[in-house]
């Protein structure tokens, strides 16, 4: 059987979001042939024995910040750029990003991306794409740019709730999904409560309780529950769905899954660092816990982090996503801006001037693997879904991505066989980011890719820990339309989107 082959992985246990089966994978021109067990021998192909391990679909990660200014608007610096940041990617199992494309208030959607393409066509190393983040949604944006950017294959918007230079009000928010439900576009939401959030700063800085975990502080887990419970009856009214990102607090779970129960189409999110982490990371000597300042911030109770994994397990969570925001912790436009704005010259410094936001695109995947699979939480299927399928499928790239299959792009992670496996530290040393720390440092895991295979190419030699995509290779994905469950048509008045 001649098949001109590029590359037959042989040996590999094929995990997809369905199933798990034992065969070699052929590549051709940078896409899955054939899937069967014992593919003849072909001249001049490479070959790749995957020894009996795992081998699963190339990771998306859906939520990156990569060359974007820090959301609290304090002229914090991204520790990455375009090549930094997708090496990362690669070095961790990731072969497709989504970034933002972040619209500045009174300026058009199509500048934004426009400005976004020159910071990443000729600089990333993996595939990618962009959500649109949506600050001024007038008619104009709304109807004229929007349904372009939307031909141009940008099909997801982001919108928050909170953040002065971001968020947007109900009446905006509805705006916004109206024209999501009309251009079939997935809207994300960050859901926390802006104005309980200012009174709760403010507050606290009057009496003096500016340290990092005050952050935890001033945002509780129902400054994130309320806003929720409120984007989705948002969502509700318009019937469009709706993802909500970075879910931290067990308190949103729960409203989150009612309303997945009543059969609403409300998709959502959860980040590694929710999954491993806790407040007290934000209690650490000096500043140190600055690291760990994120929003929604870590959660104070430790058993919570088991009540992620329990949504991880049961459905409830649709996606892992990084949250990558990486910006350095000793860099005067980093994280030592909460030293450097610091009025009361709190020893441990001034949370409301911390940048928000943990690196993470490189540690995603090999987490999800070791703690979730390895350690028996989730199903190797339910990782796969998790950790790259159901992305693809809410933001349009799928199976393109997603997915092994007969023409599905050759995206791969080879993970090692049962004899090879040694436990892997997490080390800041070892990584690719040009962020200063990890998070995750001292993190033991059981296993870390071994190859990651991106259309075909091996990209990432886990032996060595080299890199070996050039800057530019990435290729800018085009997206359709969301293929998982849609508007109902049901509204709970008798207004009516159209
Ligand atoms: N929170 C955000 O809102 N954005 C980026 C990172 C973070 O922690
Ligand atoms: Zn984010």
Request: net charge neutral.
């Amino acid at each position: 059987m001649l098949l001109n082959l590029d590359l037959i992985v042989r040996n590999g246990v094929v995990v997809t979001a369905s199933d798990q089966i034992s065969c070699d994978i052929g590549i051709k021109d940078g896409k899955v042939k054939i899937l069967a067990a014992g593919i003849p021998p072909q001249e001049g192909c490479k070959e790749i024995d995957a020894e009996g391990a795992f081998v699963t679909p190339g990771g998306v990660d859906s939520h990156v910040h990569i060359a974007q200014s820090a959301a609290k608007g304090l002229g914090a610096r991204s520790a990455d750029d375009w090549t930094s940041g997708t090496r990362s990617a690669l070095a961790g199992g990731t072969t497709t990003v989504i970034a933002f494309a972040v619209q500045a208030r009174g300026a058009s959607l199509t500048d934004a991306v426009t400005e976004y393409h020159k910071k990443s066509d000729k600089y990333s190393v993996c595939d990618y794409s962009y959500h649109l983040i949506v600050t001024d949604p007038n008619d104009v944006q709304m109807h004229t740019e929007l349904p372009k950017l939307v031909k141009e294959g940008i099909s997801s918007m982001k919108i928050y709730m909170t953040y002065a230079n971001l968020k947007l009000n109900d009446g905006e928010i509805l705006n916004v999904l109206m024209a999501a439900r009309k251009y079939r576009v997935t809207t994300m939401v960050h859901c926390e409560n802006a104005d309980i959030i200012d009174w709760m700063t403010n507050n606290l800085h009057e009496r003096g309780m500016t340290e990092p975990w005050h952050h935890g502080t001033s945002r509780p887990p129902i400054v994130e529950a309320e806003a929720t419970h409120r984007a989705l009856a948002l969502a509700e009214l318009m019937d469009t769905p709706m993802l909500i990102v970075h879910v931290s607090a067990p308190e949103a779970v729960n409203i989150i899954r009612r309303a997945q129960t009543r059969l609403l189409p409300i998709y959502a999110e959860t980040c590694p660092h929710y999954a491993i982490l806790d407040g007290s990371e934000m209690r650490k000597d000096g500043f140190e816990g600055a690291k760990c300042v994120c929003a929604p911030p870590l959660r104070d109770d430790p058993k919570d982090k088991e009540r992620i994994w329990e949504g991880l397990a049961n459905g409830t969570f649709t996606v892992f996503s990084s949250d990558h925001a990486p910006t350095c912790f000793d860099d005067d436009r980093g994280k030592k801006l909460g030293m450097i704005n610091n009025p009361t010259k709190n020893p441990r410094g001034n949370f409301r001037t911390i940048p928000n936001g943990l690196p993470g695109v490189e540690t995603r995947t090999p987490l999800l693997w070791s703690e979730g699979v390895l350690k028996g939480r989730i199903s190797p299927q339910r990782f796969v879904e998790l950790n790259s399928t159901n992305a693809a499928k809410l933001y349009g790239i799928y199976p393109q991505k997603g997915t092994i299959q007969p023409g599905s792009d050759a995206d791969l992670v080879i993970w090692r066989p049962d004899h090879k496996r040694v436990p892997h530290k997490i080390e800041n040393s070892k990584l690719h980011h040009a962020c200063d720390y990890t998070p995750f440092e001292g993190v033991v895991l059981e296993d870390w890719p071994r190859y990651t295979i991106l259309r075909g190419k091996v990209v990432y030699n886990g032996k060595t820990n080299e890199v070996l995509a050039q800057p530019g290779s990435g290729n800018f994905l085009q997206r359709g339309p969301s293929t998982l469950p849609g508007p109902r048509n049901q509204w709970p008045s008798e207004w009516r989107p159209e």
